[in-house]
């Protein structure tokens, strides 16, 4: 996957299951700062939160009710 296809703002499904929204990708990382819309109830990631994941954990576009993959 290409990080530079992701949208800032926009919301996509990570390898755990969870929905985060793309708040950036950092310049010359290969992690993206997001911020969880839902985390599956795991209590280590409160909804809300903010943090850099690698972009390949982003697995595919939330799109409501279904996910458009980017892989």
Known sequence: ?????L???????LSDGSIA???RVLPGS???QVRYIDSL?????PVGAEREVPFE???A???GTH???LT
């Open 67 to 69: 996910a458009e993959g």
């Open 21 to 23: 929204e793309v708040q």
């Open 61 to 63: 576009e939330y799109l």
């Open 57 to 59: 954990e982003i697995i």
């Open 30 to 32: 290969i992690n993206v």
């Open 41 to 45: 109830d795991n209590p280590e990631i």
């Open 7 to 13: 949208k800032p703002g926009a919301q996509y499904t």
């Open 1 to 5: 996957m290409n990080p530079s296809h």
